[in-house]
Every structure is written in C-alpha cells, then in structure tokens.
Antibody, heavy 115, light 108 residues
Framework: QIQLVQSGPELKKPGETVRISCKAS????????MQWVQKMPGKGLKWIGW????????KYAEDFKGRFAFSLETSASTAYLQISNLKNEDTATYFC????????WGQGTTLTVSS | DIQMTQSSSSFSVSLGDRVTITCKAS??????LAWYQQKPGNAPRLLIS???SLETGVPSRFSGSGSGKDYTLSITSLQTEDVATYYC??????????FGGGTKLEIK
C-alpha cells in the first residue's frame, strides 16, 4: 500500500537549519510530484510548493521563496524539505503529500522554533 | 494566483443534520477541486477529487458538486466522526495550488 513516512519532531533555535524527510513506498516515486504543506497552530493549510520527482524541478509559493528548499534522493524514494535561518513563526506541522490532488499524506512533522 | 474562499470558517451542527460547505474560486477552475477532512493531530484526508469523485473508503454520506467557480461539499446525516475541519483546494492549471481557509464543524 502507498505510504509516506516523515521524520520525527524537531526542536530548533532561531537561525538554525532543519531538514525534514518524507519517504515514499508502494508506488514508483518518480511518477507523482511531491507537495509540501504547512499547518501553523490554529491556522489553515498553506501550500509551500512542490517538486517534480522526475525532473527535480521545484516550485515554491511566493511566501516561501528564499529560506525553503526541496530536494530529492530518488534512489531512496525520499523527498526533503529544508528550512534555513529558522524563525519563531516557522513553528508548525509540515506535511508531504503525493500528486496533484494530494491523495496520500505523510503523518506530519512538528517543528518547534524557540530560543 | 487563484484564491479559494470558504464562506464559513466554522459552524455548529447537530448530529443527523445535513451539512453544506461552500467554496468559491476567484476564477473558473474547471472542476479541478478537491475536498479534505482534517481532525486534530491527524494529516488531512482526501475525500473528493475532480469536484465530485468520492475517494475509495469515504462514506457515501459525503458528496461534492459544483462547476465553474462555485463548489459544495455535502454531508447527509452528520455523524460524530465527521466533526473536523474541511478544506477545499484547487489544482487547475499550473501551481500554486491553493487551499480555502477551512470550515470547522462543531456539535451544538
């Protein structure tokens, strides 16, 4: 069965960098793009962007350009979200999701940024 | 960018009620519309894609309708397990693929 398994919770300080992983199984990794979504406490879902898992080309929503970066390790069917120069307001749960209409989701990775 | 508006951010309902949640796009999205259910502490769950296609395993009391800019998620006879926040999302044309602000259902 199709699964997306994300890395565990993270506690970071402002200015640090975090990398969140999303390991896919149950389908051919390069046949569906990988989306990334942010859920801040008490707020709605916000699309961060996606990466074409065949070409490796990413696209970012305007609000996430600069400090957010996607990457792939295709041989391991894994996608990564890296956030650099962390800020308190990056505290949120981050989800990966498969395909154009997000038919499978990772369980979410909670990131807490606090000094 | 296409904006998605869910007119109600929350409302209280009774068990057994019929519930209708609306979503309006800023332009025609040609039925490229998905609905998700999210419960606290859980990942969102895809309920409907293509505006009307129910995903496997989703109870038949859920249905989607609409066209053009206006779309609706309906739940007939609300059950306890349906208490959640519901999001619409468009995936027409090229990214960004935007979400509505969410509609939270609470029991009266």
């Amino acid at each position: 069965q199709i699964q997306l398994v994300q890395s565990g919770p993270e506690l970071k300080k402002p200015g640090e960098t975090v990398r969140i992983s999303c390991k896919a199984s149950g389908y051919t990794f390069t046949t569906a793009g990988m989306q990334w979504v942010q859920k801040m406490p008490g707020k709605g879902l916000k699309w961060i962007g996606w990466i074409n898992t065949h070409s490796g080309v990413p696209k970012y929503a305007e609000d996430f350009k600069g400090r957010f970066a996607f990457s792939l390790e295709t041989s391991a069917s894994t996608a990564y979200l890296q956030i650099s120069n962390l800020k308190n307001e990056d505290t949120a749960t981050y989800f990966c999701a498969k395909g154009n209409y997000f038919d499978y989701w990772g369980q979410g990775t909670t990131l807490t940024v606090s000094s | 960018d296409i904006q998605m508006t869910q007119s109600s951010s929350s409302f209280s309902v009774s068990l057994g009620d019929r519930v209708t949640i609306t979503c309006k796009a800023s332009e025609d999205i040609y039925n490229r519309l998905a609905w998700y259910q999210q419960k606290p502490g859980n990942a969102p769950r895809l309920l409907i894609s293509g505006a009307t296609s129910l995903e496997t395993g989703v109870p038949s009391r859920f249905s989607g309708s609409g066209s053009g800019k206006d779309y609706t998620l309906s739940i007939t006879s609300l059950q306890t397990e349906d208490v959640a926040t519901y999001y619409c999302q468009q995936y027409w044309s090229t990214p960004p693929w935007t979400f509505g602000g969410g509609t939270k259902l609470e029991i009266k």
